[in-house]
T-cell receptor
């Protein structure tokens, strides 16, 4: 499978626990994005990497959230001290620099987080 | 006010019907425009990019009006398999490459 992969697909945790999600982008894609989607809403941008550099962070990304892409390949998103409001689908996407201005992003299947 | 506004629907149409979705965006710096399709509990998938001159892909036609900051998607000869949520998406020039999504418009095509 050459698409974007995410693990785990589902995560149930208790409030206050830390969770970490992983995203593996399409292999030749150097741009990687994290989005969050809640029920009835479109995805909302969280952060963006070009290679290993984190170039943009949304105001949605509170201090409890941290993302890394240490070798410019896979990325992790960690949420510390989870809250019930963190329950959402966390989507990862990737794109290839040099595809012109259209910036087509390809999404992974997402990690569904439930905080009890 | 959200940057991308869509009528959430739902749009219920019979097979074979033509249906149109509209979308407006508020940031004139927006640079790229897309329609994504999302099936229930699945990830969004790119349906088509929207070019300034308008573009067509089979039964799907997308139009962009930069002056009015308006994007449309027309689906002709609807199929049952077209039932999904259609997300209007714009990319702001001043935000790097983050995509801004509308809430989506729900389409149900019935037999």
């Amino acid at each position: 499978d050459t698409g974007v992969s995410q693990n785990p697909r589902h995560k149930i945790t208790k409030r206050g626990q830390n969770v970490t999600f992983r995203c593996d982008p399409i292999s030749e894609h150097n741009r990687l994005y994290w989005y969050r989607q809640t029920l009835g809403q479109g995805p909302e941008f969280l952060t963006y990497f070009q290679n290993e550099a984190q170039l943009e962070k949304s105001r949605l990304l509170s201090d409890r959230f941290s993302a890394e892409r240490p070798k410019g390949s896979f990325s992790t998103l960690e949420i510390q001290r989870t809250e019930q409001g963190d329950s959402a689908m966390y989507l990862c996407a990737s794109s290839l620099r040099g595809t012109g201005r259209y910036n087509e992003q390809f999404f992974g299947p997402g990690t569904r987080l439930t905080v009890l | 006010r959200k940057e991308v506004e869509q009528d959430p629907g739902p749009f219920n149409v019979p097979e074979g019907a033509t249906v149109a979705f509209n979308c407006t965006y508020s940031n004139s710096a927006s640079q790229s425009f897309f329609w994504y399709r999302q099936d229930c509990r699945k990830e969004p998938k790119l349906l088509m990019s929207v070019y300034s001159s308008g573009n067509e892909d089979g039964r799907f036609t997308a139009q962009l009006n930069r002056a009015s900051q308006y994007i449309s998607l027309l689906i002709r000869d609807s199929k049952l398999s077209d039932s999904a949520t259609y997300l209007c998406v714009v990319n702001r020039r001043d935000s790097g490459y983050a995509l801004n999504f509308g809430k989506g418009t729900s389409l149900l095509v019935t037999p």
